[in-house]
Nanobody, 129 residues
Framework: QVQLVESGGGLVQAGGSLRVSCVVS????????MGWFRQAPGKEREFVGA????????SYADSVKGRFTISRDNKKNTVYLQMNSLKPEDTAVYYC??????????????????????WGQGTQVTVSS
């Protein structure tokens, strides 16, 4: 059973930085593409960014491009989301998700939540103005 556990969320002032992490259980983490999504109150869940299995390819939503960076450490079964220049509109619950190649192509271009097979429980990020 694959489990994803996010951590590192919290309260930060606008303009500040925060890094959230996601640890994935299981021996096949290095084969997964990993994605980050977020959901603000009253809004639908939206794509933030994704990283390929090797870390060599990434993609980002336009709203976070240039401010957020996704990376991964396959030895630690961990994916990171570094968030800089945070804005109040970044406030949301942030979820990591795994795209398992067993079920189909798994790349950093997977931007739809239906493309992901496993999900974490989320971590709250609140940006104050």
């Amino acid at each position: 059973q694959v489990q994803l556990v996010e951590s590192g969320g919290g309260l930060v002032q606008a303009g500040g930085s925060l890094r959230v992490s996601c640890v994935v259980s299981g021996r096949t983490f290095s084969s997964y593409a990993m994605g980050w999504f977020r959901q603000a109150p009253g809004k639908e869940r939206e794509f933030v960014g994704a990283v390929s299995w090797s870390g060599g390819s990434t993609s980002y939503a336009d709203s976070v491009k240039g401010r957020f960076t996704i990376s991964r450490d396959n030895k630690k079964n961990t994916v990171y989301l570094q968030m800089n220049s945070l804005k109040p509109e970044d406030t949301a619950v942030y979820y990591c998700a795994a795209d398992d190649p067993w079920f189909g192509p798994a790349t950093a271009q997977a931007m739809g939540d239906i493309e992901y097979d496993y999900w974490g429980q989320g971590t709250q990020v609140t940006v104050s103005s």
